[in-house]
């Protein structure tokens, strides 16, 4: 079914349709050598090369990126900047009772360390710290977030009337409000600012350039080399370099929308004055947060997964889902019958069986690499990247003694069981928030087997 407020929506990434966008750096010409080589330039990639020149300023440091700094998930996503570093306490409590403080711990310093880095650089990417709303939808949510505000430090459990003095929708029973613990920003203008200090610090980087080879030490491209002492792998959800970590992530697309701008007579009807980004608790959850000229940005809620882990861009684009993401505003938001939608996307994202990062290295310790963020990777991947460094460069840390670090997810099955098992998770999710949370066998199996699929 059509709906009239997508009409006019381009299908263009509303983050990267941008003035400001820098001109792409050139591709890579020839052989070269370096002492650090990085896959990628998103933000892990990005975070490895500028913490790489930061802790260890004399390391001569390249990007190699396949198209253009932050262009991929980096550029599009909803620009959640999270502390946690599990995909949630909860999830990160289960896997790792007893490393959970000092988890907690890193991911509030790793959100300050953002903080700080953005305005030691100046970068423009309307930074902001408003915490976040977890709002209950459905009676069975309210249970499952008093239990989190019992057990999860610094969070207040709102009653109804409470949680729409917040953000006014019908909708809602309630919300778990954390004022801390998330910070929203502008997710490519970040990637071009960490783009500009790390060229600032020295760091070369050849845009365009996919990497096509890996062998030991040395990198190809279609039209160069580099031969470098250490390697870090900063691809994320597309295909690596090395085969055998293929089966530890699935890519996943996630759709989004966002508005026109909201005038102030629509932006006094929903409130929403403190700005909190939002999330809701079902499984399949929207997320959704107010943009710098108060537009309203609205995704998630179906992962979309296509058979044989394929990426292709024109999955970006799902008129079906889009009208879908579309309804569902309007049933949340009731008072903003007439706003129209001016952008709509899509984008890839990788996801592991524990819902969080892993790490690892190969070749005798010269190269490491971080995957697997499930959505999470705007905040995550500068720890991510210190991982990285302190595997590379054999430093003990607090990051390296960690369970969390040191092990890693179990794979995901081989096609076509990956394909019917993932399809089966995302009906059994759905079945569970329309039948008040009561999780099937598949899920209780899955829960017991600590896996899972999720974005």
């Known amino acids: 079914m059509k709906l009239a407020a997508l009409a006019d929506a381009e299908p263009r990434v509303f983050w990267l349709d941008d003035k400001s966008a820098p001109v792409p750096e050139s591709a890579l010409l020839g052989p070269t050598t370096a002492d650090l080589a990085i896959v990628g330039g998103g933000y892990t990639g990005l975070w490895t090369a500028l913490r790489a020149k930061e802790r260890y300023p004399h390391l001569d440091v390249v990007i190699l990126e396949a198209d253009t ?45 953002i903080a700080d880095t953005i305005a030691r650089y100046g970068i423009d ?26 057990e ?25 409000h954390d004022p801390q613990g998330t910070a929203l920003v502008e997710p490519a203008r970040l990637a071009w600012g960490l783009r500009d200090a790390c060229l600032q610090l020295g760091v070369r980087i050849h845009e365009h350039s996919r990497v ?57 009807s929903i409130g929403w004055r403190h700005r909190q980004g939002v999330g809701d608790a079902s499984n399949l959850f929207h997320y959704y947060r107010l943009t710098r000229d108060d537009r309203i940005l609205w995704g998630g809620y179906t992962p979309l997964y296509h058979f044989g882990s394929r990426i ?48 690892g290295t190969a070749h005798g310790g010269n190269l490491a690499y971080a995957l697997g963020y499930t959505g999470l990777g705007v905040g995550a991947t500068r720890f991510g990247a210190d991982v990285i460094l302190d595997l590379l460069y054999a430093e003990d840390t607090d990051r390296t003694r960690l369970r969390m670090v040191r092990e890693r997810p179990l794979p995901f099955p081989p096609e076509p069981i990956r394909a019917a098992a993932i399809h089966l998770t995302r009906w059994s999710m759905h079945r569970a928030d329309t039948h008040a949370g009561k999780r099937n066998l598949w899920l209780r199996t899955l829960d017991k087997l600590g896996l899972g699929f999720d974005f």
Request: net charge negative; hydrophobic share 40%.
């Open 69 to 113: 700094c932050g262009s991929a998930a980096s550029g599009r996503n909803g620009g959640f900047c999270d502390a946690s570093l599990t995909h949630g306490f909860a999830n990160g409590q289960a896997r790792w009772p007893s490393e959970i403080a000092s988890l907690e711990r890193l991911g509030a310093e790793n959100l300050s360390g």
């Open 125 to 150: 990417c309307d930074w902001q710290r408003p915490g976040e709303l977890t709002v209950a939808t459905a009676p069975h949510h309210m249970s499952e977030l008093a239990s989190e505000a019992e």
């Open 152 to 176: 999860r430090p610094g969070v207040t459990l709102l009653d109804q009337d409470a949680a729409r003095a917040e953000l006014n929708s019908p909708t809602y029973l309630g919300a778990l």
């Open 212 to 268: 096509n080879r890996l062998h030991g030490h040395l990198l190809s491209t279609a039209t160069g080399s580099v031969r470098a002492e250490r390697i870090a792998l900063a691809t994320n959800a597309f295909p690596s370099l090395l085969r055998r970590l293929r089966l530890y992530t699935v890519p996943v697309y996630d759709l989004v929308l966002v508005t026109e701008p909201l005038s102030s007579a629509q932006l006094a």
């Open 312 to 359: 292709d861009p024109a999955f970006e684009q799902r008129d079906s889902i889009h009208a879908m993401l579309g309804r569902h505003f309007f049933t949340t938001f009731p008072q903003l019958e007439g706003l129209r939608f001016t952008h709509r996307w899509g984008g890839v994202i990788d996801t592991s069986t524990r819902f969080c990062a892993f790490f």
